[in-house]
T-cell receptor, first 111, second 118 residues
Framework: AQSVTQLDSHVSVSEGTPVLLRCNYSSSYSPSLFWYVQHPNKGLQLLLKYTSAATLVKGINGFEAEFKKSETSFHLTKPSAHMSDAAEYFCVVSEGTPLVFGKGTRLSVIA | ETGVTQSPTHLIKTRGQQVTLRCSSQSGHNTVSWYQQALGQGPQFIFQYYREEENGRGNFPPRFSGLQFPNYSSELNVNALELDDSALYLC?????????????????FGPGTRLTVL
């Protein structure tokens, strides 16, 4: 069965500095991997999706993630944080099966 | 905006009561999935409906049930509410159903319904 581990429950960065949110996954097959963002009292918004076409996936708002099969990782990065990036981020895995969410990483951006 | 809407936004019920939550999917999306998100946790899969039939269920008891209608609307019904049912309930629409071992269509989420059980 697939699973996801988000390695940090909370990450704090200064505005304008890089963002790194770490995610490791476990999967028996070729997984689909997603990153979703959730702003307070809002639903989930898709940031990006990996489906084996390319290992480096570009998403919305300057985010990107790299699929590394040897490390079973799918870390989310952004070169320069903006105040509006403060939110909860979820790494998600699926093998054509129900989405399995990580516990989330709360990103704080300090002015 | 995902084009997925949910109603109501907030709801307060007492233990033992029944509740119906509603979702309107994106036009053309034949699949709707429901999730429960407890405070401080990631969403948990409840079940999925594809073309008005249940297509997979997570680890939730039968008092959680659903309906999907041809007009892209759907319902989540919860009977005999318990205190632990307090959560944010999210629906998500997608083009195709889940098929084990296959690729996964992107799911587009609504804003959720916050249910409080007293």
């Amino acid at each position: 069965a697939q699973s996801v581990t988000q390695l940090d429950s909370h990450v704090s960065v200064s505005e304008g500095t890089p963002v790194l949110l770490r995610c490791n996954y476990s999967s028996s097959y070729s997984p689909s991997l997603f990153w979703y963002v959730q702003h307070p009292n809002k639903g989930l918004q898709l940031l990006l999706k990996y489906t084996s076409a390319a290992t480096l996936v570009k998403g919305i708002n300057g985010f990107e993630a790299e699929f590394k099969k040897s490390e079973t990782s799918f870390h989310l990065t952004k070169p320069s944080a903006h105040m509006s990036d403060a939110a909860e981020y979820f790494c998600v895995v699926s093998e054509g099966t129900p989405l399995v969410f990580g516990k989330g990483t709360r990103l704080s951006v300090i002015a | 905006e995902t084009g997925v809407t949910q109603s109501p936004t907030h709801l307060i019920k007492t233990r033992g009561q029944q509740v119906t939550l509603r979702c309107s999917s994106q036009s053309g999306h034949n699949t709707v999935s429901w999730y429960q998100q407890a405070l401080g946790q990631g969403p948990q899969f409840i079940f999925q409906y594809y073309r008005e039939e249940e297509n997979g269920r997570g680890n939730f008891p039968p008092r959680f049930s659903g309906l999907q209608f041809p007009n892209y609307s759907s319902e989540l019904n919860v009977n005999a509410l318990e205190l632990d049912d307090s959560a944010l309930y999210l629906c998500a629409s997608s083009l195709g159903p889940l098929v084990a071992g296959g690729s996964t269509d992107t799911q587009y989420f609504g804003p959720g319904t916050r249910l409080t059980v007293l």
